[in-house]
C-alpha cells in the first residue's frame, strides 16, 4: 500500500526558513514523480512542484519558481520542500501528492497534509 | 485564481442527484483527460475520478464523470451524508506544463 507521511504543523515568522518533509513507502520512491499541492485559507488547490527522484529532475509552477525549493532523499524516501525566507502569504495547507506521471495523470496518492502558519 | 471554474456550493436532500460543472479551455480540458478529487472535512484530498469517467478501486458507483469540449461534471446519484465534502476538478494545463484545479465546490446534504 502507498502511504506519503507527511511532517508536522509549522509555526514561523516572517523571514525565518522552513523545510517540510514527505515520507513515502510501499513503493519504489525513485520510480516515481512525486510534487507539492498549496491550499491557502478558504481557497482552492494550486500545484506547486515536482521532483523525479530518480534523477532529480524538477518542474515548478511558475508562481512557485524562485520562491520555493523542492528536493529528495533515496536513501530514506523522503521529499521536501524549502523556503529560505518565510512571509505571511506562505500560511497555507501544504500536501504532498505522488502522479501516475509527469503530464496528463492524476494525483492518486495524497498525504495528509502539514499546516504552515507564518505569523509574527 | 483557478483557472478552472467550478460553482462554489451545491446541495441536496439524501438520495437526490447532484452535479458541478467545471469549465475550462482548449489548452487544459479541451485537450486533457479531466480528474475529480473529494476532500472529506479535515482530510487530504483523495481521488475520486480518473481519466474523465473512470473511478478508482473502492468509489462507489453513485459517483460518474464526464466531458465534452472544454467542460466536465461530475454527477453524485443517491446522495449521501457522507458525501457532504468538497470537490474539484483538475486537468493538465499544456502551456503551463503542470497541473491546474478548480477551485473546489462546497457540496452540502440538507
Known amino acids: 500500500e502507498v502511504q506519503l507521511v507527511q511532517s508536522g504543523a509549522e509555526v514561523k515568522k516572517p523571514g525565518e526558513s522552513l523545510k517540510i518533509s514527505c515520507k513515502a513507502s510501499?513503493?519504489?520512491?525513485?520510480?516515481?514523480?512525486i510534487g507539492w499541492v498549496r491550499q491557502m485559507p478558504g481557497k482552492g488547490l494550486e500545484w506547486v512542484a515536482i521532483i523525479y527522484p530518480g534523477d532529480f529532475d524538477t518542474r515548478y509552477s511558475p508562481s512557485f519558481r524562485g520562491q520555493v525549493t523542492i528536493s529528495a532523499d533515496t536513501s530514506i524516501s523522503t521529499a521536501y520542500l524549502q523556503w529560505n525566507s518565510l512571509k505571511a502569504s506562505d500560511t497555507a495547507m501544504y500536501y504532498c501528492a505522488r502522479p501516475q506521471g509527469y503530464g496528463d495523470y492524476p494525483f492518486d496518492n495524497w498525504g495528509q497534509g502539514t499546516l504552515v502558519t507564518v505569523s509574527s | 485564481q483557478s483557472v478552472l471554474t467550478q460553482p462554489p456550493s451545491a446541495s441536496g436532500t439524501p438520495g437526490q442527484r447532484v452535479t458541478i460543472s467545471c469549465s475550462g479551455s482548449s489548452s487544459n480540458i479541451g485537450s486533457n483527460t479531466v480528474n475529480w478529487y473529494q476532500r472529506l472535512p479535515g482530510t487530504a484530498p483523495k481521488l475520486l475520478i480518473h481519466r474523465n469517467n473512470q473511478r478508482p478501486s473502492g468509489v462507489p458507483d453513485r459517483f460518474s464523470g464526464s466531458k465534452s469540449g472544454t467542460s466536465a461534471s461530475l454527477a453524485i446519484s443517491g446522495l449521501q451524508s457522507e458525501d457532504e465534502a468538497d470537490y474539484y476538478c483538475a486537468a493538465w494545463e499544456d502551456t503551463l506544463h503542470g497541473w491546474i484545479f478548480g477551485g473546489g465546490t462546497k457540496v452540502t446534504v440538507l
Open positions: 510501499g513503493y519504489r520512491f525513485s520510480t516515481y514523480w
